[in-house]
């Protein structure tokens, strides 16, 4: 199983799955080959509960082709509550500011051809 599947499989739970440096303990999110602080090779898995507050997010009113049925909705920052990992992903329904302030309670709840979806908690 690639990296990325199993990455798709824990957000699918409401999980991030890192790699974490065994050397150092710097978390990547991505698939990574060295550290990116200390140049280490080896990582092992680390999961983190897909939980956190929306740290900033950008509306989009005008979606990419394939995506006008999800608009309005937002492409959505979340800080992790476990780590200093943030998360970007999806979140719908969101037409306006006033939808979503920022530090508003968010977790995972799945992914797909949009990407990590991310609700109100
Ligand atoms: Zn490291």
């Known amino acids: 199983m690639s990296a990325k599947s199993e990455f798709i ?3 699918k739970a409401g ?3 890192a790699r974490k440096c065994v050397k150092c303990g710097e978390l990547h999110l991505a698939t990574v080959y060295f550290c990116k602080k200390c140049g280490s090779k ?3 898995d680390a999961i983190f509960n897909g939980v956190g507050s929306i740290a900033t997010y950008t509306i ?3 979606a990419p082709a394939g995506f006008d049925k999800y608009t309005p ?3 959505v920052i979340m800080q992790l ?3 200093d990992l943030r998360i970007s992903g999806f979140m719908g ?5 006033a939808d979503l302030p920022v530090g508003t309670r968010a977790k995972i709840t ?3 051809e949009r990407g990590i979806i991310i609700e109100k908690q």
Request: charged share 20%; hydrophobic share 45%; net charge negative.
């Open 110 to 112: 799945g992914f797909d």
């Open 73 to 75: 909705y937002a492409f």
């Open 15 to 17: 999980n991030i799955l």
């Open 42 to 44: 080896g990582f092992e």
């Open 9 to 11: 499989d824990a957000a």
């Open 81 to 83: 509550d476990d780590t």
């Open 60 to 62: 989009i009113t005008v």
């Open 93 to 97: 329904g969101i037409a306006t500011p």
